[in-house]
């Protein structure tokens, strides 16, 4: 019972639902790797809604006083596009490969609480739905992705505009935080015999890291949202300026929680990178250990610099001071993981594939985009860029050029694990080359328009000031990565169908994961490997062959394995329903609020009470 | 977050009680644990009502060592935290230590507000 | 591949370029640069940023040459299957690249603290007073040493110290002149300061000031301009200022054209640019004797002495300031009608314009949500910066403020208006265009 | 209760699911600190009374005692504490079911039920005492929207309790699984997780007696 390396007989009946069968089997899901599916589709769905109201921006904005949407438009469309791209974009596509990858790559069957993970899904899906659809009926919320009160209050925003948001970052908070003790519990507690910490796979890591960055930094948006959800619906004061609240209260918690959110951001990212880069380098992790300190010290020190985004609030020099140097720091761990990776380069034999070729990209966009951060962790300097396109530029580089760009270097590199198929590394080129320039045409000018003194968040312009150069320029560049992102999606599908049989290791790749069949039988390893080096299929000795070689077998059905595996189940997702439809109920009538809370607790208790799996004998 | 690897081996010795070492103490310390508890409690309360105690200067430390010291208490033994793995200990200590260090740094922010550049 | 990399040089290579082309730009056609400060405050930050931008530039330029070398000269050669060397690390090398950062950033941290404390200092004495008050969307200044309130504009006298008192009627905003010194929110419940000197070099000379804290609908409208004077020309301007309204007679401001063509906006016979409206004496005015006759005026000469030093703002040089805003569609105002200042006094008086306006003078005019008015005939722009104060654009804004500028709090004012606030047409009440005109012509005479 | 991945390999050898509380419990500190330091920079910034420590008399001239009520909230304090005893005595009494019993002594504290009970009760009682203060509180003119320091107040002990029912209704499950087959050494794991959280509710509120409530 201490292991199931050796299969164990149990009760011979069969799955309730075979798990591959149809939609049902999609919604009743609780295998990591068909919810890490989920969470692609889902999450590059919200990446095009995102990227679609970014493109409307940048036609408001490519020349002066455009007139294209309204003004009330515009300040939901970028207030949508933040949140989107933050919320159900970037952190769900990250949670894609959490799930599909993690299990994988520390060998093993599933995460620790398979069911609380479909329900992590199912909360994500019906909030993203939540808080995009009102943008269609422009009732859209309008404050801006980090909602400044006293601004986001029923005083100045009587509308229902704002309830939303608050609704909505309500219920997608639950669902990240519900993965991230998911994901905490499956790394420590569930790694193969011989994954020790430290031969853990760098994307594995940083997952780890981003993990504890989630479960510290949710609560305190938690704890904002709730002043805020409770003084717009139950007359609190939290946020009342004519009550003597002050409106730095908001700030602080929001920044405590945003600053380590960007690293939860940018984290997974650079897991993904140190994955794909060793292996088109045909070398191993260049300083793996000092690789794993300095995600973590990014993580500690990502607690301590929040208040970088406040440095015009008027802190007082002191404070200035301290979260200047703190901020400063950040930059060395940082860089020394982008030195790591060149070295990791240095002397191999590179093979550009799109995947690598997005990695290097990130290398070199996202240092772009840090610089431009440590230029803004110098307050005085920051008084002039802070609020201006400056900082536009400076967080689409780290967050198009860093995470987005390590997001598809991860695509490309796993889509053949994920289905069996390559995707079309022609197409990938293409959409490369198209992104990587079209990524700079549009954000690079933004230094200048920023610089030369444009406001951000500002849905019109006069001619005359020196801008529509550079904002034409922008929105040329935005307009053509429509295009790539176009390119993108028709390889995906393209390829999903008609793309080449991969097989187990089409890179010739190093890590655990890639020892077993692509696409990735249910119950993921036949045996569970006995690990003794970080890369087995570089490094490894003996017991690593021998574990791959069963592993590598296809074709063998869980059954014939005796390897017990969770049963379908439908509860998570109407749990998750019920909460979404008990937070509606404070924007309709308190009597869905009652019906919701009613609904998901008696479906959370049939859910606890009910197993797992099939009991052993 | 990096326990020893010495723990990461060896497997589950008994999957039931999460393989938690069984030498819990009993109720021979649970009981002394809470008179001690209660004691530290009255102290505090009575405490309150000296008035020249309140005003003086160790008052508030004086409760906040006392708190302290009771919220260790309970952690140690009745959480068990003494005797169980020190991977739990890792768990906890490390975003209490984040949580207190926020707190403190907000509070001096928000005292700090005052001194600004400028007059006034 | 090969092909690629180049591709990929050039494009470095094209952001060098841009980037020299931009700064080269900078003089002239990027009016609200940061590149060229013209204050001791700007300067300093100036200063940092070029350290910054060194630095960077410097850090940037080595990684990216670091990355291209390695692609090149490691990238792998066809049929060359040879494993390459597995190094798992170097202690010495990643001490190296974790202290050379640490180094640059301390050339960056002390010049940084070091401006810190000089820019947060406590400002000399003897400095220039300006209280500044955000509103949703609009500046209210105050001269408290010299009791004046204006809206949108700030007269600064070069080479003086000038201190601003930043606090907010409603939300938080943000006090952005970019050539003269960083940002500094105004935030709500909150006082916030900032001090610089404007270069005593400085010739007449105007800035644009914008919010930059997100505040709300028309956050993108809440603009001011700054206009550094010679100190006599400042003495003037208060002196102006502190009149009550120097309302002059019957101006007969012309017909505002129906809409004013852009961006050399409709100036109808008054000429929006600067009307010389024709002031014979205010005792002529009737009703005048009703209020405070303005000070010293000559024998029928104009008030134009009293309406002391106003910036020239319609110099071609400042044509940056000049706004010109896109007009909302379908906005109209008739043609030909001529508006008659003491008729605009009257309309004025018996309107909602009194529950929101101060005109000093003016005794029924003693509303403080809006914008005070009492020289707003030598303002040079209306809405916050939004448009040229030109009677043409005055009319239509009086008519339909909230087409004019989304949010507004300005009600719409002309009959059969679609106000979009409140979601329907003004019917009773609303003004008809002979009526605007007629206040158009009282506003713009108040010099 | 299932026992998820109970019997399958773990590294550590401990159950995932107290691996997951503390990571839980670790996160808690994060809402209840957030919670706390609002209501520490708040305090003294209210315009209005009623005030916790200080009287107050509003422009119409009617007068506010200093609204907390110390004794009351100690006698919670202490039944609190007692529901922690009963607690870890409880989780003892399961983890020695089949232990022989031989004294009255043993039998007493054998009885997870009695135990269960006991801390179930305690809480409750505990809630009580809050419903109590909230209500006179609210008579005395204090209420969510009164001013700053009823915002924070309620809201930062209205978490805790909600936090305490919770815990109850864990306990009262635990109570009818144990009534319905009995609860043995094979579910110390599940009363070992309710107990964990128990005990930090209850630290949490030994933090929230003494800032909130003690120190002027
Ligand atoms: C992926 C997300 C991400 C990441 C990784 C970062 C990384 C950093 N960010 Fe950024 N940031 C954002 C997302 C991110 N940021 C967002 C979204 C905002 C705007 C929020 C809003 O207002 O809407 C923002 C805003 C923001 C501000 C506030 C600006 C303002 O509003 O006034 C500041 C100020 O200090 C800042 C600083 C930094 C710094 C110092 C880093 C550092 O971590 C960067 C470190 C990396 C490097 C420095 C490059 C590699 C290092 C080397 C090659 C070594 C040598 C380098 C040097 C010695 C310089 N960021
Ligand atoms: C990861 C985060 C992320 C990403 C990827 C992006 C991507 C983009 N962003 Fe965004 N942005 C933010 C995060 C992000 N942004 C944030 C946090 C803000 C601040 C918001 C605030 O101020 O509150 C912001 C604000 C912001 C602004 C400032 C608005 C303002 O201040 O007024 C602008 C302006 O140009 C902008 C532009 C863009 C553009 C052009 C892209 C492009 O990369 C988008 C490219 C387009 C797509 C990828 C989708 C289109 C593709 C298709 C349609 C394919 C065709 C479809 C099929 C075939 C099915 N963004
Ligand atoms: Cu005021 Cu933006
Ligand atoms: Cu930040």
């Known amino acids: 019972m201490a292991t199931t390396a050796m299969p164990t007989s149990i009760s011979s009946d069969p799955r309730p639902s075979d798990p591959y069968s149809g939609i049902w089997g999609w919604i009743t899901t609780v295998d990591h790797k068909r919810i890490g599916i989920l969470y692609l589709y889902t999450a590059l769905s919200f990446f095009i809604i995102g990227g679609l109201e970014a493109v409307v921006i940048r036609a408001q904005l490519q020349g002066p006083n455009g007139q294209l949407v309204s003004a009330e438009m515009y300040n939901q469309l970028f207030t949508m596009h933040g949140t989107t791209m933050v919320f159900l974009a970037i952190m769900p596509l990250s949670a894609a490969f959490f799930n599909f990858l993690i299990p994988l790559q520390i060998g093993a069957r599933d995460v620790a609480f398979p069911r609380l993970n479909a329900f992590s899904y199912w909360v994500y899906l019906f909030g993203g739905i939540f808080i995009t659809v009102p943008i269609f009926f422009q009732l859209a919320p309008d404050g801006g992705w980090f909602g400044y009160t006293p601004l986001t209050t029923r005083d100045y925003s009587p509308g229902i505009n704002i309830d939303f948001w608050v609704i909505g970052l309500q219920i997608l908070g639950v669902s990240s935080l519900a993965a991230a003790f998911n994901f905490i519990t499956t790394i420590i507690n569930l790694r193969a015999p011989g994954m020790t910490l430290m031969r853990m796979p760098m994307f594995t890591w940083m997952s780890f890291v981003v993990q504890f960055l989630v479960i510290l930094a949710f609560p305190v948006i938690t704890v904002a949202l709730v002043f805020l959800l409770f003084d717009r619906f139950f007359g609190t004061q939290f946020y009342a300026v004519a009550a003597g609240a002050d409106p730095l209260l908001w700030q602080h918690l929001f920044w405590i929680f945003g600053h380590p959110e960007v690293y939860i951001l940018i984290l997974p990212a650079f897991g993904l990178v140190s994955e794909v880069l060793p292996t088109f380098s045909r070398k191993p992790l260049f300083g793996y250990p000092v690789m794993v300190y300095s995600g973590i010290l990014i993580g500690v020190l990502g607690f301590g610099v929040w208040a970088h985004h406040m440095f015009a609030v008027g802190m007082g020099p002191i404070a200035d001071s301290i979260f200047a140097v703190s901020t400063m720091l950040i930059a060395i761990p940082t860089g020394v993981k982008i030195f790591n990776w060149i070295a990791t380069m240095w002397q191999g034999q590179l093979r550009f594939t799109s995947a690598m070729k997005f990695a290097i990209g990130l290398v070199a966009l996202f240092t772009i985009g840090g610089i431009s951060g440590v230029m803004h962790s110098s307050p005085p300097a920051d008084l002039q860029q802070t609020d201006t396109y400056f900082i536009v530029a400076h967080f689409h580089y780290v967050l198009f050029g860093g995470s987005i760009m390590g997001i598809f270097a991860g695509i490309y590199y796993y889509f053949p694990k994920m289905t069996g198929r390559m995707m079309s590394e022609r197409l990938g080129n293409v959409h490369f080359w198209l992104n990587f320039i079209a990524m700079n045409l549009t954000f690079f000018p933004m230094h200048f328009s920023g610089m030369l003194g444009m406001p951000r968040r500002i849905y019109t312009y006069d001619s005359g000031q020196g801008w529509d150069t550079f904002n034409l320029i922008s929105s040329i560049g935005a307009y053509m990565l429509v295009l790539a992102t176009a390119i993108f999606v028709y390889n995906f599908f393209m390829s999903r169908r008609r793309g080449e049989i991969a097989g187990a290791n089409p890179w010739g790749a190093g890590t655990l994961e890639w020892t077993i069949p692509s696409p990735v039988p249910e119950y993921n390893f036949a045996v569970l490997p006995t690990v003794t080096s970080r890369y087995p299929l570089w490094e490894g000795t003996e017991a690593d062959a021998e574990s791959a070689r069963i592993n590598s077998q296809e074709g063998k059905t869980s059954e014939e394995l005796g390897i017990v595996l969770p049963y379908s189940t439908v509860k998570p997702m109407i749990v998750a329903l019920a909460m979404v439809i008990m937070f509606c109920g404070l924007i309709t009538t308190m009597a869905l609020t009652f019906l919701g809370a009613a609904i998901m607790v008696v479906a959370l208790y049939s859910w606890l009470l009910s197993p797992l799996e099939p009991e052993h004998h | 977050m990096a326990h020893d690897p010495a723990h990461t081996e060896h497997a589950a010795a008994d999957a039931h009680a999460g393989g938690e070492d069984q030498h819990h103490p009993g109720w021979s310390t649970y009981w002394k644990v809470a008179v001690i508890l209660t004691v530290i409690t009255i102290w505090e309360v009575w405490a309150y009502y000296i008035p020249s105690l309140v005003a003086s200067r160790i008052f508030v430390p004086m409760l906040l060592i006392l708190s302290g010291l009771k919220f260790v208490i309970v952690v140690m033994f009745y959480m068990h935290l003494k005797y169980d793995h020190k991977l739990f200990r890792a768990l906890f200590t490390g975003p209490l230590l984040i949580a207190a260090l926020t707190g403190i740094a907000l509070l001096f922010l928000f005292g700090q507000l005052v001194a600004r550049f400028g007059p006034g | 591949m090969k092909g690629n990399f180049r591709l990929r040089q050039f494009t470095t290579f094209g952001f060098v370029a841009l980037a020299a082309l931009a700064l080269a730009a900078c003089a002239g056609e990027y009016p609200n640069t940061t590149f060229e400060p013209k204050s001791e405050f700007a300067r300093s930050i100036d200063f940092l940023w070029d350290r910054l931008l060194l630095l960077g530039t410097i850090v940037f330029v080595l990684v990216e040459l670091a990355l291209i070398y390695v692609i090149f000269r490691y990238r792998r050669r066809p049929n060359d299957n040879t494993t390459p060397p597995q190094t798992h690390g170097n202690a010495l090398l990643e001490v190296t690249w974790t202290l050379i950062p640490a180094v640059i950033l301390i050339f960056i941290a002390i010049p940084t603290v070091r401006t810190i404390f000089e820019t947060q200092a406590k400002v000399a004495a003897g400095a220039l007073e300006i209280e500044v008050i955000g509103h949703q969307w609009w500046w209210e200044f105050r001269y408290p040493q010299y009791n004046i309130v204006t809206a949108n504009e700030i007269y600064l006298p070069a080479g003086v110290t000038v201190n601003f008192k930043l606090t907010s009627a409603d939300v938080i905003h943000s006090f952005w002149v970019p050539q003269l010194a960083g940002k500094r929110d105004v935030v709500t419940n909150r006082t916030n300061y900032i001090w610089f000197t404007p270069d005593s070099t400085l010739g007449p000379s105007v800035w644009n000031g914008f919010c930059t804290e997100y505040c709300g609908s028309s956050h993108a409208n809440m603009r001011f301009r700054v206009f550094t004077v010679r100190p006599e020309q400042f003495e003037s301007w208060v002196a102006g200022q502190q009149q009550p309204a120097a309302f002059g007679a019957v101006a007969s401001a012309a017909p505002p054209e129906g809409t004013p063509t852009l961006p050399q906006s409709g100036t109808g016979a008054a000429g929006g640019a600067a009307p010389a409206i024709p002031r014979p004496p205010g005792s002529t005015v009737p009703g005048a004797d009703s209020f405070p006759a303005p000070a010293p005026i000559g024998d029928g000469a104009t008030t134009q002495l009293a309406a002391g030093y106003t910036f020239p703002e319609h110099l071609p040089e400042f044509a940056y300031a000049r706004p010109n805003s896109a007009l909302p569609r379908g906005l109209k105002f008739s043609k030909g009608l001529t508006g008659n200042a003491a008729r605009g006094m009257q309309a004025y008086g018996t309107t909602a314009c009194i529950g929101c306006h101060v005109i000093t003078g003016n005794p029924m005019s003693v509303g403080i949500i809006g914008p005070n008015l009492t020289h707003f005939g030598s303002r040079s722009t209306i809405g916050a910066g939004s448009f040229p104060n030109t009677p043409a654009y005055l009319a239509l804004w009086i008519k339909n403020t909230r087409a004019m500028k989304p949010g507004s709090i300005m009600p719409t004012m002309g009959a059969n208006e679609y106000d979009p606030i409140l979601k329907r047409t003004v019917t009773t009440g609303g003004l008809d265009d002979q009526q605007i005109a007629d206040i158009v012509a009282y506003l713009m005479s108040l010099k | ?216």
């Open chain 4, 1 to 216: 209760m299932s026992a998820p991945a109970a019997h399958h390999y773990t590294t550590t050898g401990l159950d995932s699911r107290k691996i997951a509380i503390w990571a839980f419990i670790g996160s808690e500190c994060m809402l209840f600190i957030s919670l706390i330091s609002t209501y520490l920079i708040y305090k003294g910034r209210s315009i209005v009374g009623p005030f916790p420590h200080e009287e107050w008399t509003s422009p119409d001239g009617r007068h506010f005692e200093p609204i907390l009520d110390i004794p009351i909230t100690s006698a919670s304090t202490f039944v609190l504490l007692m529901s922690s005893l009963a607690m870890v005595l409880a989780l003892a009494a399961v983890q020695n079911k089949n232990l022989p019993k031989r004294t009255r002594g043993d039998r007493i504290l054998g009885s997870s039920k009695l135990w269960l009970w006991m801390t179930a009760l305690l809480g409750a009682t505990f809630l009580g005492f809050q419903a109590y203060e909230f209500t006179s509180f609210v008579h005395e003119g204090l209420t969510l929207s009164t001013n700053l320091f009823g915002s924070s107040f309620f809201t930062l002990t209205g978490f805790h309790g909600a936090h305490v029912t919770a815990g109850v209704i864990w306990l009262v499950s635990l109570l009818a699984i144990d009534y319905r087959r009995g609860l043995g050494p094979a579910d110390a794991l599940n009363v070992d997780i309710a107990a964990l959280y128990w005990h930090f509710v209850d630290v949490v509120w030994i933090v929230i007696f003494t800032v909130v409530y003690l120190i002027e």
